[in-house]
Nanobody, 115 residues
Framework: QVQVVESGGGLVQPGGSLTLSCGVS????????MGWYRQAPGKQRELVAR???????NYADSVKGRFTISRDNAKNMAYLQMNSLKPEDTAVYYC?????????WGQGTQVTVSS
């Protein structure tokens, strides 16, 4: 049984930084890609960043240069470092673990960017 758990959300002022963490239970973590997604009120869930097992990453245009995705395969963890946060980054952020043809989602963590 695979479980995905996010942590690290909160309230931050515009221009601030926040790091989200995602832990995954089970074996084979290092092989499969991980992704961070977000969903703002009234909007569809969108991809923020994705990282392959080998470490190559891709980002949504809206976060390029501000967000960094990383993973620690020894700890079954993935991270999203978010800098220069903007009010439009406010959303529930979800971690997703893609193992074979199955997507495993976390419960989400709220990020609010406001003064």
């Amino acid at each position: 049984q695979v479980q995905v758990v996010e942590s690290g959300g909160g309230l931050v002022q515009p221009g601030g930084s926040l790091t989200l963490s995602c832990g995954v239970s089970g074996s084979g973590f290092s092989i499969w890609p991980m992704g961070w997604y977000r969903q703002a009120p009234g909007k569809q869930r969108e991809l923020v960043a994705r990282i392959a097992g080998g470490g190559s990453a891709n980002y949504a245009d809206s976060v390029k240069g501000r967000f960094t995705i990383s993973r620690d395969n020894a700890k079954n963890m993935a991270y999203l470092q978010m800098n220069s946060l903007k009010p439009e980054d406010t959303a529930v952020y979800y971690c997703r673990f893609d193992k074979r043809a199955t997507f495993y989602w976390g419960q989400g963590t709220q990020v609010t960017v406001s003064s």
